[in-house]
């Protein structure tokens, strides 16, 4: 119940073309669903966040959907550009007194140009 | 306004020796948690800090441990290190307590012989 599903594993895109990472989770208590990006070497770097009483988030070419009644939440990435190739984390945290953090497995984003 | 700083960033020990890593948060944000990020297990959560006291402790041995200091500044300490050790350790820091934006640092990357 503490998990966080991400798929895919990695992901090839074209320079232009719309980039989509899903994650699932099940736990009903998670109440804040950031996503990170990842370039190596480096650590994760905050993209964009959301909360289940909203359904979408954009922010620049970054959105965020969420669906609450699935338990799932999804990034895309328009405009995909070559410097967006890195590895993206979905990650989830409880309501509380708290900044835990579940991450999912990572998605390995490659665009192509 | 600097970011979350993690010392040393590279570290070679041995099996059997003891490891202190530490973090300085962003300026301001008082709550400091740890990850450990491997190939294998993803990132995984070590333990949470807030105004000097243990929040919250992921599902790590007791080798593992650190503390908060009264500017926020934060140290882990592994004893008995293990192959397994091996990994990159990363700091996040955040204002509150509560689910909200963390941003995490570059991580220090151990490697255990």
């Known amino acids: 119940q503490q998990q966080v599903k991400q798929s895919p594993q990695s992901l090839i895109v074209q320079k232009g073309g719309i980039s989509i990472i899903n994650c699932a989770y099940e736990?009903?208590?998670?109440?804040?669903f950031p996503w990170y990006q990842q370039f190596p070497g480096k650590g994760p770097a905050l993209l964009i966040a959301?909360?289940?009483?909203?359904s979408e988030k954009k922010e620049g070419r970054f959105t965020i959907s969420f669906n609450k009644s699935a338990k799932q939440f999804s990034l895309h990435i328009m405009d995909s550009q070559p410097g967006d190739s890195a590895t993206y984390f979905c990650?989830?945290?409880?309501?509380?007194?708290?900044?835990?953090?579940?991450f999912g497995t990572g998605t390995l984003l490659a665009v192509q140009p | 306004k600097a970011g979350v700083t993690q010392t040393p960033r590279y570290l070679i020990k041995t099996r059997g020796q003891q490891v202190t890593l530490s973090c300085s948060p962003i300026s301001g944000h008082r709550s400091v948690s740890w990850y450990q990020q491997t190939p294998g297990q993803g990132l995984q959560f070590l333990f949470e800090y807030f105004s000097e006291t243990q929040r919250n402790k992921g599902n790590f041995p007791g080798r593992f441990s650190g503390r908060q200091f009264s500017n926020s500044r934060s140290e882990m300490n592994v004893s008995t290190l293990e192959l397994g050790d091996s990994a990159l350790y990363l700091c996040?820091?955040?204002?509150?307590?509560?689910?909200?934006?963390?941003?995490f640092g570059p991580g220090t990357r151990l490697t255990v012989l």
């Open positions: 959301i909360r289940p009483d909203v």
């Open positions: 736990n009903t208590a998670f109440d804040y």
């Open positions: 996040a820091s955040s204002r509150r307590l509560s689910p909200n934006e963390q941003f």
């Open positions: 990650a989830a945290s409880k309501d509380g007194a708290t900044n835990k953090l579940i």
